[in-house]
């Protein structure tokens, strides 16, 4: 499954954080974190769920089978919230 890689690597580097960091929040070493961006594993149920976690993410979006990011509003105002809507929604106008 290169799409679970791919989101992984693309996670990973949008976070800032190296395979090594990864690799220690999961308890697993950096050749395991490399191996599930190349391609070569998939991880355990238990890792795939720590994964998503993480970064905040769904289990479906790191398979590939949603493609949209969620984002965590709790503890937003309504307002806060109203404004972000209104920023996302002002950017995919702009595309």
């Not at 976070?15 to 191996?35: E, H, P, R």
């Not at 905040?56 to 709790?74: A, C, Q």
Request: overall charge positive.
């Amino acid at each position: 499954m290169v799409d679970f890689g791919n989101r992984l690597k693309t996670l990973r580097i949008q976070n800032n954080m190296t395979q090594f960091q990864l690799s220690q929040k999961l308890g697993l070493t950096k050749s395991v974190i490399s191996a599930y961006e190349n391609g070569l594993r998939m991880p355990s149920y238990d890792v795939l769920i720590a994964i998503s976690n993480i970064f905040r993410v769904t289990t479906d979006f790191l398979l590939g089978i949603e493609h949209k990011n969620n984002i965590d509003l709790s503890g937003l105002s309504l307002e806060e919230v109203d404004a972000l809507l209104n920023l996302i929604s002002a950017m995919k106008r702009k595309k």
